[in-house]
Each structure stands twice: as C-alpha cells, then as structure tokens.
C-alpha cells in the first residue's frame, strides 16, 4: 500500500464532498430554469428570443451599444454590395 503521510486525505474528502453538493445545486438550479423556460414556452414566447434577452442584459450597456452599432454597419454594408460581389461570395 501507498504512503499516504503528510497528505491530508479529510481536507481532500472535504473538498470532494463540498464540490459535488455544488454540483447537486447546479443541478436542481438548471432543471429549473428548464421549467421556467417550458412554462414560458407553454404561454407562447419564444424561448430562443428570452435567451437573448438575457444574454443581452448580461452586457453593459456601452458594450451592447457597439455591437449593435458594429450589426447595423455591417448589414447595411451586405445591402449596398454590389450584386456581382454578393454572387460570388
């Protein structure tokens, strides 16, 4: 058998054990945020648009302002190439 002198075997196991109780929570946390998303849905809204509203809340509002900003240049940009470009890409 292994030495195990000088490795503290308890604080491992406490670790361990305090790891996977996060890791219980995280799971019962996601299996309701499903069932909020299924109630959402089952009322009519889309699911996929509520995500992004909240990806969207989760940015500072300056960062939300460029990217939005960087979408519209970069789609008015496609509209004004010319047909003969937008074919061969």
């Known amino acids: 058998m ?9 604080r491992i196991l406490s670790f361990i ?11 019962a946390l996601n ?3 499903k ?3 299924s109630e959402a849905k089952g009322e009519g809204f889309d699911v996929k648009v509520l995500k ?7 940015q500072d509002q300056d ?3 460029e990217q939005e900003s960087l979408l519209d240049l970069y789609l ?5 190439a010319a047909p003969e470009q ?3 890409a």
């Open 76 to 80: 008015r940009a496609i509209q004004n």
């Open 31 to 33: 299996e309701g945020k």
């Open 63 to 65: 960062e939300r302002d």
């Open 52 to 58: 992004e509203i909240l990806r969207l809340r989760k």
């Open 35 to 37: 069932e909020v998303f």
């Open 86 to 88: 937008a074919k061969a």
């Open 2 to 10: 292994t030495d195990t002198v000088g490795i503290p075997g308890n």
């Open 17 to 27: 054990e305090r790891i996977e109780h996060i890791d219980e929570e995280l799971k």
